[in-house]
């Protein structure tokens, strides 16, 4: 596995955990720590998302506009 694999599964890993978490919170309604968990890593993973995703268009050539 190549370190830009390991760049891209982290917020990977994150996203969905969070997204699970956040999906899972029904069964755990009075655990805030889980719920506050689930959030943060959801966050975590979708802006790491968004900055990868501006990193990596701003490198495009013009004619390969996403």
């Known amino acids: 596995m190549k370190s ?4 891209l599964l982290a917020p990977a890993i994150a996203f969905a955990g969070g997204l699970t978490g956040l999906m899972q919170h ?3 309604p009075g655990d ?3 719920l506050i968990t689930s959030i ?9 998302f ?3 995703f501006l990193l990596v268009r701003a490198n495009l050539p013009d004619d ?3």
């Open 4 to 7: 830009s694999d390991l760049i």
């Open 26 to 28: 029904a069964n755990y």
């Open 32 to 34: 805030v720590l889980f």
């Open 40 to 48: 943060a890593l959801f966050a975590i993973g979708a802006a790491t």
């Open 50 to 52: 968004g900055g990868l």
């Open 64 to 66: 390969e506009d996403i």
